[in-house]
């Protein structure tokens, strides 16, 4: 990964740097680097192998957002169905359901089970001998608390609105499941959920499923925009890259050191036991304690980093603007790059998801922060994620890999080398195979955004950007 490190365990090594140069490092410091380097590949690769045993969140999001669909279309005309939401929602959703429960097996949920069988008796011959069919399997796979449900399903019989909530509590706050036990226990349908909220839902769907969409067309245009006046030579040229001057072996202590080895695994091994048993002596509800502890172990993440980097950089002269050429003024020019390099970056992921999911129909889990934000209906829990991921995750991220690493690698690679060796240890990183290819070209483009602007800032803000839309897009789909 960092070539000085590995002089060890090769040829003899060239002659050093004049004492006092950023290359002169001595042997000790040499052995350390290379030693947390062969922990961290150890490390990271145990942990992208183990990704792939983790649960995907992305099934569950294509399920929500049929779902989404599905409601959104009942209050629509005809015409408009067919253009927003496909011509049968439904229809759609109940094949999705049906190749999930399939694939799960014995894994997939009494929710899943149930919905896929109201879904399938409303077009079966016979609905309600299709609906006991199901049902009565169903039975013994669920709490008590949730077979009294099924029970009034089995007799069909209709319930006011206050009994069918009651009964749909033990459930979980489903809309989909409130609204299919409505249609077979209720009374008009315009009683029903899909009926009375449509034009909620219809915004819904249109912030999640077209909003996107728009705003991809949108980048499409400033990318080809941009590749154009590449093409003519009628681009500035960028400003000099500047960074900290810190060798590669520092460099490797850095991230590998104190990123990896102490801030990912000896102090949260350390601090876990005193955290979990102040929490406990705390009364706070799982979902908040769980968020809680998220926040805290990033921040244990980003002490031992930026402790090693403040001891680096301590005595030595820095360059105009700082080592990490933060450079937030002028605000409003930083803001609009950011924003401009996110609308250009955002095909470019969907495009290599898409691509990805060509070749590899099951890339493995998500990322475990994005499972909890999608079920965890805790407001501070909620407050502990969303600051996690759209404040802390890009400041301490962008100063490691594009305030450091990449003007230190652009020493030896080249500026675009830099940009492209950065990106790929960032993807490497978030430990996860399955996003793997879309967190590299999301990293290429955080590297370009500080090679071309020569500021740190406006990727801080791109990244924040990314990670809030992300976070809004789970909580509308979670709610």
Known sequence: MFPEALRLSGPPPLPLPEAGSPMASPYWK???????????LVLWTEGLLSSLERPS??????????????????????????????DDPRGALRHELDRQVKGLGQGASALQRLELALLDSATAKDPTRALSASVTGLLDQVDGARKPLLKALLLGQPLAA??????LTPWGQEPMLEQLTCEWLGGPSSSCPAQRQHRHRLVQWLGISVLPVVLMIVGGLLLLRQLWRFYRGSQE????????????????LLIAGGFVVVGEVLLPALLQNPMQALLHKVPLAPATAQ??????????????????????????????????????????????????ALLMVMPL????????????????????????????????????????????????????????????????????????????????????LGELVPLFVLGVGLGLLRWRTGRLAP????????NALTFLNLISLAS
């Open 30 to 40: 040499r052995l350390l680097a290379l030693l947390a380097l062969a922990l961290s």
């Open 57 to 86: 969140v992305l099934d569950s999001l294509g399920v929500r957002q049929m779902e989404l669909a599905a409601l959104a279309a009942e209050g629509l005309p005809a015409p408009w169905q067919a253009a927003l939401v496909g």
């Open 162 to 167: 206050g009994d069918r909530a009651q009964l």
């Open 237 to 252: 040229p960028p400003p000099p890259l500047l960074g900290p001057s810190l060798a590669a072996v520092d460099v490797t």
């Open 291 to 340: 968020g809680l502890q998220v926040l805290f172990q990033y921040l244990v993440l980003m002490v031992a980093p930026l402790l090693i980097l403040h001891l680096l950089l301590r005595g030595r002269q820095a360059p105009e603007g700082g080592w990490l050429q933060w450079r937030w003024r002028p605000l409003v020019g930083a803001l609009s790059q950011a924003m401009g």
């Open 349 to 432: 992921v969907a495009l290599a998801s898409w691509l990805l999911s060509l070749v590899w129909s099951e890339p493995g889990g998500s990322n475990p922060l994005l499972d909890l934000v999608f079920h965890s209906g805790d407001r501070v829990a909620l407050l502990c994620l969303g600051l996690t991921a759209t404040v802390l995750a890009p400041l301490f991220e962008e100063t490691l890999f594009r305030g450091v690493l990449l003007p230190v690698l652009a020493q030896r690679l080249g500026a675009m080398g830099a940009v492209l060796a950065s990106a790929a240890l960032f993807a490497l990183a978030h430990l996860s």
């Open 459 to 466: 990727g801080v803000f791109m990244h924040g950007f990314w």
